[in-house]
């Protein structure tokens, strides 16, 4: 592309990197010429999708040269029902990727700015800079508190201004796996101005005891800026697929949606995730295996020395004491594939997604091997 060409793009845009995605078991393949890959980098459920969705997809011969109901209506009565909701406060995504950047879309823009956490998820800051906004990073708290690298509630307060247009928090975030304490949610809640929207990510909130969750559905009901994102690319299982949503109040859905790609789910995403939203058998399986994996995981891990974040996600972060990419990239010729985060500022970090007793076992075996050559 020529300079000129590029003068013409929007600043924030050229400023960015594309997102790096964790690295893809084919590429992995070709590239070494194994057979046998772990892959535990993108934190995708490890009893693979749910079953009551891969029966539609088993089952299905419909025809896909209509257009899919662009308002997923059944889809939308399902969630209705399942978050005791109207269908009039949901907005539907191409993944919740797709609904941070409508949010973006909708309430950022030059001379505003969005506050998210240092160690917080890279879409945010890549949302905010595609609409040349500021992406405002907040310092987490240290990694000596008792949630080491958590958001710190306080500095998002804090660091809000006039041109705050955005705040955008996870629980649990990911990469770190922390949480936010609900009553000091709520604080932080009642201290934004109405103006702001509050953007909560709870891609992983099935994966939390759910004596420590927020009750975001009932705050919904008080704050008219709250946003609450999830997604049916984990507990569910459908990363593949590409479905999301937000729950919100219905002014801000009616927003969203006014700028929504119409047809952004697909018709065999819509009909696998109303399947799915049904399956709460899986789910449960899912939560109960990764919680036993999880437990199991971090202790062999603090076993071997190697400090562990607290984790409520399906995924653990950990300290290697040195720095982690030369370890990743011994991992992956061990064909094991986790994820280093010195992107997200981490450098000695690596995060392991909890997989199944068999996959934990291979990834804690190559780790020893990797280890002991390093
Ligand atoms: C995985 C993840 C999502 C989900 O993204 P999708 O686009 O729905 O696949 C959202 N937020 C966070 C923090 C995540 O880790």
Known sequence: MTSKLIDQ?????????????????????????????TKLASNENPLGMAPAAREVLAHWN?????????????????????????????????????VLELVARVFLGPGRNALLSA??????PTVAMGVNAEPREV????????????????AFAAHMDAHTSVLFL???????????????????????PEHVLVVLDEAYVEYQDPAQRIDSRALLERYPNLVVMRTFSKIFGMAGLRVGYALSSPAVADLLNRIRAPFNVNELAQQCAVAAVRDTDFVARSQAGNAAERAALHEALQQRGLRCL????????????????????????????????????????????VGTAQENRIFLTALDQVLAAA
């Open 119 to 124: 160690y917080s998820f890279a879409l945010y």
């Open 310 to 353: 607290p984790s409520q996600g399906n995924f653990i972060t950990f300290d290697c004491a040195q720095p982690s990419k030369p370890l990743f990239e011994a991992l992956l010729h061990h064909g094991v594939i986790v994820r280093a985060l010195a992107g997200y500022g981490l450098p000695q970090h690596l995060r392991v997604t």
């Open 170 to 192: 996870a629980s649990p975030n990911n990469p770190t796996g922390t949480w936010l304490e609900p009553a000091a949610f709520e604080a932080l809640l009642a201290a934004t």
């Open 62 to 98: 419909g025809d896909l040269s209509r257009y899919p109901d662009g308002n997923a209506l059944l889809l939308k009565q399902e969630l209705a029902q399942r978050h005791d909701i109207g269908i009039e406060r949901i907005t539907l995504g191409n993944g919740s990727s797709d």
């Open 9 to 37: 793009a929007h600043a924030g845009i050229v400023a960015l990197h594309a997102y790096e995605p964790g690295k893809p078991i084919a590429d992995l393949q070709r590239e070494l010429g194994l057979d046998a890959i």
């Open 139 to 154: 310092p987490a708290l240290a990694p000596a508190s008792a949630m080491p690298y958590g958001h710190d509630l306080d």
